[in-house]
Antibody, heavy 117, light 106 residues
Framework: QVQLQQWGAGLLKPSETLSLTCVVY????????WSWIRQPPGKGLEWIGE???????KYSPSLNSRVTISVDTSKNQFSLKLSSVTAADTAVYYC???????????WGPGTLVTVSS | SSELTQDPAVSVALGQTVRITCQGD??????ATWFQQKAGQAPVLVIY???NRPSGIPDRFSGSSSGNTASLTITGAQAEDEADYYC???????????FGGGTKLT
Protein backbone atom coordinates (compact mmCIF):
# COMPACT_ATOMS: atom_id res chain seq x y z
CA GLN A 1 0.00 0.00 0.00
CA VAL A 2 1.66 3.18 -1.19
CA GLN A 3 1.02 6.29 0.88
CA LEU A 4 2.38 9.79 0.55
CA GLN A 5 2.40 12.24 3.43
CA GLN A 6 3.45 15.84 3.10
CA TRP A 7 4.15 18.79 5.33
CA GLY A 8 5.40 22.36 5.28
CA ALA A 9 4.55 25.91 6.21
CA GLY A 10 1.03 26.94 5.30
CA LEU A 11 1.31 30.71 5.57
CA LEU A 12 3.99 32.78 3.90
CA LYS A 13 4.66 36.45 3.27
CA PRO A 14 5.43 37.75 -0.23
CA SER A 15 9.08 37.22 -1.25
CA GLU A 16 9.56 34.28 1.16
CA THR A 17 10.45 30.77 0.06
CA LEU A 18 7.87 27.99 0.06
CA SER A 19 9.22 24.71 1.40
CA LEU A 20 7.36 21.38 1.38
CA THR A 21 8.46 17.80 1.95
CA CYS A 22 6.78 14.55 0.98
CA VAL A 23 7.57 11.14 2.46
CA VAL A 24 6.69 7.90 0.72
CA TYR A 25 5.60 4.75 2.51
CA UNK A 26 5.43 1.45 0.63
CA UNK A 27 6.53 0.51 -2.84
CA UNK A 28 9.97 1.01 -4.31
CA UNK A 29 11.15 4.60 -4.06
CA UNK A 30 13.93 4.15 -6.58
CA UNK A 31 11.70 2.71 -9.30
CA UNK A 32 9.69 5.86 -9.90
CA UNK A 33 9.72 9.56 -10.57
CA TRP A 34 8.19 11.90 -8.00
CA SER A 35 6.19 15.00 -8.80
CA TRP A 36 4.77 18.17 -7.38
CA ILE A 37 1.47 19.62 -8.64
CA ARG A 38 -0.47 22.62 -7.40
CA GLN A 39 -4.05 23.85 -7.60
CA PRO A 40 -5.02 27.47 -6.91
CA PRO A 41 -8.35 27.86 -5.10
CA GLY A 42 -11.22 27.14 -7.48
CA LYS A 43 -8.90 26.47 -10.41
CA GLY A 44 -7.32 23.55 -12.24
CA LEU A 45 -4.20 21.47 -11.72
CA GLU A 46 -0.76 22.78 -12.64
CA TRP A 47 2.34 20.60 -12.92
CA ILE A 48 5.35 22.04 -11.08
CA GLY A 49 8.07 19.48 -11.74
CA GLU A 50 9.49 16.06 -11.06
CA UNK A 51 12.56 14.22 -9.84
CA UNK A 52 13.90 10.67 -9.85
CA UNK A 53 15.93 8.85 -7.23
CA UNK A 54 19.21 9.96 -8.74
CA UNK A 55 18.23 13.62 -8.65
CA UNK A 56 17.42 14.18 -12.29
CA UNK A 57 14.82 16.94 -12.48
CA LYS A 58 12.43 18.55 -14.91
CA TYR A 59 10.53 21.74 -14.13
CA SER A 60 7.58 23.63 -15.55
CA PRO A 61 8.89 26.36 -17.89
CA SER A 62 6.70 28.94 -16.15
CA LEU A 63 8.23 28.20 -12.73
CA ASN A 64 11.70 27.05 -13.73
CA SER A 65 13.55 30.10 -12.43
CA ARG A 66 12.08 29.79 -8.93
CA VAL A 67 11.71 26.03 -8.36
CA THR A 68 14.04 23.48 -6.84
CA ILE A 69 13.04 19.86 -6.26
CA SER A 70 15.39 17.63 -4.32
CA VAL A 71 15.41 14.04 -3.12
CA ASP A 72 16.65 12.14 -0.08
CA THR A 73 16.56 8.46 -0.93
CA SER A 74 17.76 7.44 2.54
CA LYS A 75 14.48 8.75 3.96
CA ASN A 76 12.23 8.08 0.94
CA GLN A 77 11.54 11.80 0.81
CA PHE A 78 11.49 14.50 -1.80
CA SER A 79 11.09 18.22 -1.35
CA LEU A 80 9.91 21.36 -3.11
CA LYS A 81 11.25 24.86 -2.75
CA LEU A 82 9.66 27.80 -4.53
CA SER A 83 11.37 31.14 -4.04
CA SER A 84 10.07 34.70 -4.11
CA VAL A 85 6.44 33.73 -3.64
CA THR A 86 3.57 36.08 -4.40
CA ALA A 87 -0.17 35.88 -3.88
CA ALA A 88 -0.38 34.07 -7.23
CA ASP A 89 1.41 31.12 -5.63
CA THR A 90 -1.43 30.57 -3.17
CA ALA A 91 -2.61 27.05 -3.86
CA VAL A 92 -3.00 23.52 -2.58
CA TYR A 93 0.27 21.76 -3.28
CA TYR A 94 0.25 18.01 -3.93
CA CYS A 95 3.06 15.50 -4.10
CA UNK A 96 2.54 12.43 -6.26
CA UNK A 97 4.20 9.26 -7.51
CA UNK A 98 4.85 9.00 -11.23
CA UNK A 99 4.73 5.47 -12.66
CA UNK A 100 6.36 4.56 -15.97
CA UNK A 101 7.19 8.25 -16.32
CA UNK A 102 3.58 8.87 -17.30
CA UNK A 103 0.95 8.08 -14.69
CA UNK A 104 0.48 9.97 -11.44
CA UNK A 105 -0.69 6.91 -9.56
CA UNK A 106 -0.71 8.04 -5.93
CA TRP A 107 -1.17 11.50 -4.48
CA GLY A 108 -0.53 13.08 -1.13
CA PRO A 109 -3.43 14.73 0.68
CA GLY A 110 -2.33 18.23 -0.31
CA THR A 111 -1.08 21.22 1.66
CA LEU A 112 -2.75 24.60 1.41
CA VAL A 113 -0.13 27.32 1.14
CA THR A 114 -1.37 30.88 1.47
CA VAL A 115 0.78 33.88 0.58
CA SER A 116 -0.37 37.05 2.28
CA SER A 117 1.20 40.09 3.81
CA SER B 1 4.62 23.44 -24.72
CA SER B 2 1.30 22.07 -25.89
CA GLU B 3 -2.06 22.36 -24.17
CA LEU B 4 -4.92 20.02 -23.39
CA THR B 5 -8.45 21.32 -23.91
CA GLN B 6 -11.51 20.08 -22.03
CA ASP B 7 -15.12 21.23 -21.98
CA PRO B 8 -15.64 23.16 -18.72
CA ALA B 9 -18.85 21.39 -17.79
CA VAL B 10 -20.89 18.35 -18.76
CA SER B 11 -24.11 16.97 -17.32
CA VAL B 12 -25.59 13.48 -17.33
CA ALA B 13 -28.76 11.88 -16.02
CA LEU B 14 -28.47 9.13 -13.45
CA GLY B 15 -27.79 5.81 -15.13
CA GLN B 16 -26.98 7.30 -18.51
CA THR B 17 -23.69 7.35 -20.39
CA VAL B 18 -21.46 10.39 -20.59
CA ARG B 19 -18.27 11.08 -22.53
CA ILE B 20 -15.71 13.63 -21.41
CA THR B 21 -13.17 14.65 -24.02
CA CYS B 22 -9.65 16.03 -24.01
CA GLN B 23 -7.92 17.47 -27.08
CA GLY B 24 -4.28 18.24 -27.68
CA ASP B 25 -1.36 17.55 -30.00
CA UNK B 26 0.49 15.60 -27.31
CA UNK B 27 -2.25 12.97 -27.42
CA UNK B 28 -0.99 11.88 -30.84
CA UNK B 29 2.10 10.52 -29.02
CA UNK B 30 0.98 9.83 -25.45
CA UNK B 31 -2.12 8.30 -23.94
CA ALA B 32 -4.17 10.57 -21.73
CA THR B 33 -4.35 9.85 -18.03
CA TRP B 34 -7.64 10.68 -16.32
CA PHE B 35 -8.23 11.84 -12.76
CA GLN B 36 -11.37 12.29 -10.70
CA GLN B 37 -11.39 15.01 -8.07
CA LYS B 38 -14.18 15.48 -5.58
CA ALA B 39 -14.59 18.65 -3.58
CA GLY B 40 -11.89 19.09 -0.97
CA GLN B 41 -10.04 15.92 -1.95
CA ALA B 42 -6.89 15.03 -3.82
CA PRO B 43 -7.24 13.79 -7.40
CA VAL B 44 -7.64 10.05 -7.91
CA LEU B 45 -6.32 8.18 -10.94
CA VAL B 46 -9.20 6.50 -12.81
CA ILE B 47 -7.76 5.65 -16.26
CA TYR B 48 -4.17 5.26 -17.46
CA UNK B 49 -2.46 3.89 -20.54
CA UNK B 50 -4.55 2.63 -23.42
CA UNK B 51 -7.54 1.84 -21.17
CA ASN B 52 -6.47 0.63 -17.75
CA ARG B 53 -8.21 1.08 -14.43
CA PRO B 54 -6.39 1.02 -11.09
CA SER B 55 -7.64 -1.39 -8.49
CA GLY B 56 -10.87 -0.16 -6.94
CA ILE B 57 -12.05 1.92 -9.90
CA PRO B 58 -15.43 0.67 -11.15
CA ASP B 59 -15.59 -0.83 -14.63
CA ARG B 60 -18.14 1.76 -15.71
CA PHE B 61 -15.11 4.01 -16.31
CA SER B 62 -13.32 3.49 -19.61
CA GLY B 63 -10.91 5.38 -21.82
CA SER B 64 -10.31 5.66 -25.54
CA SER B 65 -8.27 7.72 -27.94
CA SER B 66 -8.31 8.76 -31.59
CA GLY B 67 -5.90 11.16 -33.20
CA ASN B 68 -5.53 14.19 -30.97
CA THR B 69 -8.59 13.43 -28.84
CA ALA B 70 -8.90 11.26 -25.75
CA SER B 71 -12.18 10.37 -24.12
CA LEU B 72 -13.29 9.21 -20.71
CA THR B 73 -16.61 7.39 -20.79
CA ILE B 74 -18.79 6.65 -17.79
CA THR B 75 -21.38 4.02 -18.65
CA GLY B 76 -24.28 4.15 -16.23
CA ALA B 77 -23.31 7.24 -14.29
CA GLN B 78 -23.90 7.16 -10.55
CA ALA B 79 -24.49 9.99 -8.13
CA GLU B 80 -21.02 9.48 -6.65
CA ASP B 81 -19.45 10.18 -10.04
CA GLU B 82 -20.28 13.87 -9.71
CA ALA B 83 -16.84 15.45 -9.63
CA ASP B 84 -14.22 17.34 -11.61
CA TYR B 85 -12.32 15.30 -14.17
CA TYR B 86 -8.87 16.17 -15.46
CA CYS B 87 -6.85 14.75 -18.31
CA UNK B 88 -3.06 14.80 -18.36
CA UNK B 89 -0.20 13.69 -20.58
CA UNK B 90 3.39 14.42 -21.55
CA UNK B 91 4.12 17.23 -23.94
CA UNK B 92 5.49 15.65 -27.09
CA UNK B 93 8.17 18.27 -27.71
CA UNK B 94 9.74 19.05 -24.34
CA UNK B 95 8.34 16.12 -22.31
CA UNK B 96 6.88 18.34 -19.60
CA UNK B 97 3.59 17.27 -18.09
CA UNK B 98 0.43 19.11 -19.02
CA PHE B 99 -3.08 19.07 -17.56
CA GLY B 100 -6.37 19.87 -19.17
CA GLY B 101 -8.44 22.62 -17.60
CA GLY B 102 -10.87 20.14 -16.09
CA THR B 103 -14.50 19.20 -16.72
CA LYS B 104 -17.12 19.56 -14.03
CA LEU B 105 -19.51 16.63 -14.27
CA THR B 106 -22.98 17.19 -12.88
Amino acid sequence: QVQLQQWGAGLLKPSETLSLTCVVYGGSFSDHYWSWIRQPPGKGLEWIGEINHSGSTKYSPSLNSRVTISVDTSKNQFSLKLSSVTAADTAVYYCARLVNWQWLSHWGPGTLVTVSS
Amino acid sequence: SSELTQDPAVSVALGQTVRITCQGDSLRNYYATWFQQKAGQAPVLVIYGQNNRPSGIPDRFSGSSSGNTASLTITGAQAEDEADYYCNSRDRSDYHMVFGGGTKLT
